[in-house]
């Protein structure tokens, strides 16, 4: 059965029904979470572009982002907390968030991937976001895709 389950999160209200599904089954199985919230670095002329018109563009992307992560990871963290899950978190830097996703799974030694059908961009007319299709198609770690139900609750 699974120990260690990736918990990915980009703040949505979808990443957080997962996350709370993905919780309640690492207490029933006795497994452990890991969050994980990537943050995309922007390509490098982008960022030359961005730094001509304002010199602490970075910092201030930085902060930004580091206070995006505070946020959505403490609700990991919290969830987790609140049923009695044994969870650890992680900020990532990818250029691609799923590459973030993908990479943590592996390197944290997670078998299972439970992630939101779409998250904030997500077209709700598509059966699945964009991330979450290139999660799948390059994990190599099973992938459980939380796509709440209209009378589910969660």
């Not at 922007?42 to 010199?55: G, K, N, S, V, Y």
């Not at 996703?101 to 390197?107: M, N, Q």
């Not at 007319?125 to 190599?140: A, D, M, N, Y």
Request: charged share 20%; with cysteine.
């Amino acid at each position: 059965m699974y120990k260690h389950i990736l918990l990915p999160t980009d703040g949505s209200e979808l990443s957080e029904k997962a996350i709370a599904s993905g919780v309640l089954l690492a207490k029933n199985i006795g497994a452990t979470v890991v969050g994980v919230y990537v943050v995309t670095e922007p390509r490098q002329d982008q960022l030359e572009a961005w730094l001509h018109h304002d010199p602490h563009y970075a910092e201030r992307r930085a902060a930004l982002f580091e206070k995006f992560a505070d946020e959505y990871l403490s609700f990991v963290s919290n969830s987790a907390l609140a049923e009695e899950v044994p969870c650890t978190c992680k900020l990532v830097r990818a250029s691609e968030p799923y590459q973030g996703i993908v990479d943590t799974a592996e390197r944290s030694g997670c078998d299972l991937i439970i992630m939101a059908s779409h998250g904030w961009k997500g077209d709700a007319s598509q059966l699945l976001g964009s991330e979450t299709i290139r999660v799948l198609v390059h994990s190599k770690v099973p992938v459980l895709v939380h796509k709440p139900g209209a009378d589910s609750g969660t």
